[in-house]
């Protein structure tokens, strides 16, 4: 039993989907071909190459078993899929927009004359029903930014993470109509009939999300200094602590913690005895 992960072939989220999947042990064979289908050090596990806005489609039919894509494309597809992962990367929203010059400031100012210019019609249109508009939708497959100015739309829809590119092209936004972000999602069947494999990747995956920002801290104590190490060292789940084949009484402390608390940590660790301290990157917390 094999499964197939689609991910994109190009775009922004590209190589954070293929850093995910080699973090979590799935590396690709054949990347650098930029093959359609790729093996991974897996036999039974193979990632496709698609466009994005493919993928949710593509894992809704079951032509991939499982995916990584936005929640955008996934709520413009109108896909039916299981989402299994958020994975904490490519945030961005998708937002209303108008020249800064116009007349349009909030909702209330959008009269039903005005024209809407999107590469995002499915969910313009839902947002427009929320809002009681009736607009007309031009449907844009690009260079969604310059609409207003060359005539063709009075307001914008479209994905933003910083609002830089919008206000460089003189846009404003009105409001936010979606919030979205990365995730790994599998089609209803497969997750089924294929449990075990998916679950096996997704667990991996969590793993390596788990891990971010974590490191393991190593140190030896003196057995009479460990009740002081112990009040200053956090940890995640607890620390573990073994004897030191040593001429002194003396034992090993182990702990995970975050990265933010590395500095301040190192050193009240050292005023508290401890001493050949160690600290480590973690790849995955299973």
């Known amino acids: 039993m094999k499964i197939k992960i689609a991910i994109p072939s190009k775009g922004r989220i590209s190589e954070p989907s293929i850093n995910i999947l080699e973090k979590a042990g799935l590396g690709l064979i054949d990347k650098n071909n930029r093959k359609l289908i790729s093996k991974t050090f897996n036999e039974n596990i193979e990632v496709m190459f698609a466009r994005a806005s493919d993928i949710p489609e593509f894992v809704n039919d079951g032509v991939a078993d499982m995916g990584i894509t936005g929640v955008?494309?996934?709520?413009?597809?109108?896909?039916?899929?299981s989402e299994l992962l958020d994975l904490r990367f490519g945030q961005t929203k998708l937002v209303l927009a108008a020249p800064e010059q116009s007349q349009i400031n909030s909702i209330d100012d959008i009269t039903e004359d005005m024209k809407v210019a999107t590469e995002f019609p499915v969910l313009t249109q839902k947002y427009l029903n929320e809002k009681g508009l009736d607009l007309k939708i031009v449907k844009l497959s690009g260079s969604t930014e310059a609409?207003?100015?060359?005539?063709?739309?009075?307001?914008?829809?479209?994905?933003?993470?910083?609002?830089t590119t919008l206000k460089m092209n003189h846009l404003e936004i009105i409001d936010t109509i979606l919030e979205s972000t990365i995730k790994l999602i599998a089609n209803h069947e497969s997750l089924s009939n294929k449990r075990e494999l998916i679950e096996a990747v997704s667990t991996s995956i969590k793993g390596v999300l788990d891990a971010d920002r974590k490191k393991l801290i190593m140190m030896n104590v003196d057995a009479s200094d460990l009740d002081k190490v112990k009040e200053v060292m956090p940890s995640m789940g607890g620390l573990t602590i073994s004897e030191v084949l040593s001429d002194h009484?003396?034992?090993?402390?182990?702990?995970?913690?975050?990265?933010k608390q590395v500095f301040s940590l190192v050193n009240d660790l050292r005023n508290a005895g401890a001493r050949d301290i160690l600290v480590v990157p973690i790849e995955r917390i299973i």
Do not use: K, R, Y
């Open 72 to 81: 955008d494309l996934i709520e413009e597809n109108e896909a039916d899929v």
């Open 249 to 259: 009484d003396t034992v090993a402390v182990q702990g995970v913690i975050d990265e």
């Open 147 to 163: 609409a207003p100015f060359i005539g063709i739309a009075d307001l914008i829809t479209d994905l933003t993470s910083t609002g």
